[in-house]
């Protein structure tokens, strides 16, 4: 199953209400996750189940969709929210991120 | 507190074997309650998911890998294990170790708990 994310980049300041999209190849149900990457830094979960806040993740964070099409939206955008977003998807192996979506200050 | 930690050489020739370790402190990885896996990001590239291993000892294999790749597991020392062979240049990348763990219901799986992640550059 390919992952596709729009965009592949944005510049965006800090308060912004951010959205990024991701498209699957076929249906998968609710099997998404979302996570976020910082340059040296491993992935870190936000979202799984396409809309369920990981603990300890900030509230301003959320996840929807279902089926092929997903959104990760970040509603007010944070100085330590810039980084690299990716989806995965966990419905059928093997198991495929999207290409990412880098987010950057403007 | 759960912790992973990949270990292993940080150069590789041509054509030799990757192998790589991942140790586990803060859980069993003979737990039914979840997975362990690998992962791989090249320099300045995306994440691509290479294999995982359950606590019966089942495995699943990325198919572009599948052919290179054993995973396999010590419960003894609480790790488990990655191997490469026959390893390029396109292998050249930070190889990650995470837990991926399911809902009770319907069984949504994520990966929540990283290695912090390893170097590997395949160069002669």
């Known amino acids: 199953i390919q992952l596709t994310q729009s965009p592949s980049s944005l510049s965006a300041s800090v308060g912004d209400r951010v959205t990024i999209t991701c498209r699957a190849s076929q249906g998968i149900s609710s099997y998404l996750a979302w996570y976020q990457q910082k340059p040296g830094k491993a992935p870190n979960l936000l979202i799984y189940a396409a809309s369920i806040l990981e603990s300890g993740v900030p509230s301003r964070f959320s996840g929807s969709g279902s089926g092929t099409e997903f959104t990760l939206t970040i509603s007010s955008l944070q100085p330590e929210d810039f980084a690299t977003y990716y989806c995965?998807?966990?419905?059928?192996?093997?198991?495929?991120f999207g290409p990412g979506t880098k987010v950057d200050i403007k | 507190q759960l912790q992973l930690r990949e270990s292993g050489p940080g150069l590789v020739k041509p054509s030799e074997t990757l192998s790589l370790t991942c140790s586990v402190s803060g859980a069993s990885i003979s737990t039914p309650d979840c997975y362990w896996g690998w992962i791989r990001q090249p320099p300045g590239k995306g994440l691509e998911w290479i294999a995982s291993i359950y606590y019966s000892g089942s495995t699943y294999y990325n198919p572009s890998l599948q052919s290179r790749v054993t995973v396999s597991q010590d419960t003894s020392r609480n790790q488990f294990s990655l191997e490469l062979r026959s390893v390029t240049a396109a292998d050249t990348a930070v190889y990650y170790c995470a837990r991926l763990v399911f809902t009770s219901l319907y069984f949504y799986y994520y990966m929540d708990v990283w290695g912090k992640g390893t170097t590997v550059t395949v160069s002669s």
């Open positions: 995965q998807q966990l419905n059928t192996y093997p198991l495929t």
